[in-house]
């Protein structure tokens, strides 16, 4: 009779989880609109001048006339509510909807970890009130918030099914943890899926695209052996691989050069190491610069690269003191931006991240699994040491937190979490 009730709690409880999640989100965009508050920041604007673009049949165009300076996936997905009525609120809480759903992967992780349904409710409930997520960014026209979704299900689709049976489940718990606990790699059907959603990360952001086979070497790594991690891996490398080929041949066909990702990260490595670097973003000024002038975009992109390079060589002090300005930047336990650094914002942040990151380093100590926590802090670990080199920013440490809440729901699991069984990962 438990076996039966079990699942449907956790589905109940999930349910209510995502609609939290959805209210606050929801609520917050339209007290934002209520206020009148409309785009704000540079990225915004022209992120929905590029979705305007694609609305009026123009394609992928950016203010310089450009036509792969951005991935396509969140132009295209704003570009759906340009023409409505209203088109600004409805995108806000589409947007924040997708949000809401980061609930559910991260909720079905934490459940697959711990035979003990607390830790799960713990780490969903968290995603769900995440400060940063709720009001910091779900009314934002920017990638994190549909991001954090995409990234958080990826993880959960390539997550290796290879690791250990949890350790002594009741028996109110025994069908949902053995279910959930498997002791191969990955079914191959769920790593293509991985590697589908993956792909619509790098659409996103393609600052995640060497995350991939990051991702792929820790499931060989961390797999009971490497012939059973080596599958999946390899399928969800060539999934993404094959999702990003239209792109890379539309690239070819439009700019008449091979490019894998897009034409900004020349200068987004000059945000991060030009002349006039201080950790955060300042690009204005390269509008104007002249030695950019009649360039065409493939140039353009060549120019930032080859200049932040010999920058970076003619100084690596500089670098190096950027990298550690940076680092506190992205973990900065509150806002960075001047106009956000109220006291009671500031307050509710930081109490916000010595909370949780208290609770999470609990839960390490606590469960002592070293192959599930360094997959975990996988992706903190690739996108902190990533904006060291580019930009540091609070925003980019946010899609990394739904995982880290998964730790900090082993800080309230039961007692039994602790006893390791034979064949644990610790």
């Known amino acids: 009779m438990h076996d039966d009730v079990t699942p449907v709690r956790s589905a109940r409880t999930l349910l209510w989880l ?82 809401a759903a980061a609930v559910v992967p991260v909720f079905m992780l934490a459940r697959r970890l ?40 990826a993880i959960v689709l390539a997550w290796p099914t290879h690791g250990r049976r949890p350790a002594r489940p009741t028996e109110r718990d025994r069908q949902p943890a053995e279910a959930l606990a498997g002791r191969g790699g990955p079914p191959l059907g769920r790593a293509l899926a991985a590697g589908v959603a993956f792909a619509l990360c790098i659409y996103t952001r393609p600052s995640v695209a060497a995350f991939v086979p990051v ?48 034409t900004r990260s020349g200068i987004s490595l000059y945000d991060g190491l030009g002349p006039r670097a201080a950790g955060g973003s300042d690009l204005a000024y390269t509008k104007s610069m002249e030695e950019v002038r009649g360039l065409s975009e493939v140039e353009w992109d060549a120019f930032f690269t080859r200049e932040s390079i010999r920058m970076a060589r003619e100084n690596p002090r500089r670098v190096l003191r950027l990298a550690g300005i940076k680092f506190l930047r992205t973990w900065s336990p509150v806002p960075n931006e001047p106009g956000s650094r109220t006291a009671v914002k500031m307050v509710a942040s930081a109490g916000w991240m010595v909370l949780t990151l208290g609770m999470a380093t609990a839960g390490v100590f606590r469960r002592r699994r070293p192959r599930e926590t360094l997959l975990l802090l996988l992706p903190a670990l690739y996108f902190t040491l990533l904006h060291m080199v580019y930009v540091g920013s609070v925003r980019y440490r946010v899609p990394t937190m739904p995982p880290i809440y998964v730790l900090s729901g082993w800080a309230v699991a039961g007692r039994a979490e602790e006893r390791p069984s034979r064949g644990s990962d610790g």
């Open 215 to 262: 991702w792929s070497v820790a499931l060989v790594v961390t797999a009971r052996s490497e012939r059973r991690g080596l599958g999946p891996a390899i399928g969800m490398l060539l999934a993404t691989a094959a999702l990003l080929t239209p792109w890379v041949i539309r690239n070819r066909v439009v700019l008449g050069r091979w490019r894998v990702l897009s």
């Open 18 to 99: 995502l609609l939290a999640a959805a209210v606050v989100r929801g609520g917050w965009v339209c007290l934002q609109q209520a206020r009148g508050v409309g785009l704000l920041f540079p990225d915004e604007f022209e992120y929905w001048r590029v979705a305007e673009s694609i609305a009026a049949g123009r394609g992928l165009v950016d203010e310089f006339g450009f036509r792969a300076t951005y991935m396509p996936l969140y132009p295209a997905f704003l570009a759906l509510f340009v023409k409505l009525p209203h088109g600004l609120l409805l995108a806000r809480l589409a947007q924040a909807a997708v949000g």
């Open 114 to 153: 711990s035979p003990d349904p607390r830790a799960a409710v713990l780490a969903g409930l968290l995603v769900a009130l995440d400060p940063f997520l709720v009001f910091g960014l779900s009314h934002l026209m920017l990638t994190e918030t549909i991001f954090t979704t995409l990234l958080a299900t």
